[in-house]
């Protein structure tokens, strides 16, 4: 068993930055894969990126590709989501969760989830 606490959420305006923790304690695996999802009210939960235990291997949906960054400090098994150029439209809870191995594919594959945490994007 895995936990996730999720943090770093919070309000800008359009055009900053946010970054985005994600802590995981528990039975951690080095071989874990991270991903971050999101969900607007009324919408989808989708995908925003994943990342391999090395780093390696890195996806990201098209919407954020260039704006996003995604990374892990395994040290401290922390992943984290450098947000810029933000947009209203990135208006959304965050979500992190994790994955014993790789690839990864959609949600529902994934086996450990955080509570979420809200980022809100001002026009």
């Known amino acids: 068993q895995v936990q996730l606490v999720e943090s770093g959420g919070g309000l800008v305006q359009a055009g900053g930055s946010l970054r985005l923790s994600c802590a995981a304690s528990?039975?951690?695996?080095?071989?874990?894969?991270m991903g971050w999802f999101r969900q607007a009210p009324g919408k989808e939960r989708e995908f925003v990126a994943a990342?391999?235990?090395?780093?390696?291997?890195?996806n990201y949906a098209h919407s954020v590709k260039g704006r996003f960054t995604i990374s892990r400090d395994n040290a401290k098994i922390l992943v984290y989501l450098q947000m810029n150029s933000l947009k209203p439209e990135d208006t959304a809870v965050y979500y992190c969760?994790?994955?014993?191995?790789?690839?990864?594919?959609?949600?529902?594959?994934?086996?450990?989830w955080g509570q979420g945490t809200q980022v809100t994007v001002s026009s």
């Open positions: 969760a994790a994955k014993d191995g790789w690839p990864v594919g959609s949600a529902s594959e994934y086996d450990y």
């Open positions: 528990g039975r951690t695996s080095s071989r874990n894969a």
């Open positions: 990342i391999s235990w090395s780093g390696g291997n890195r």
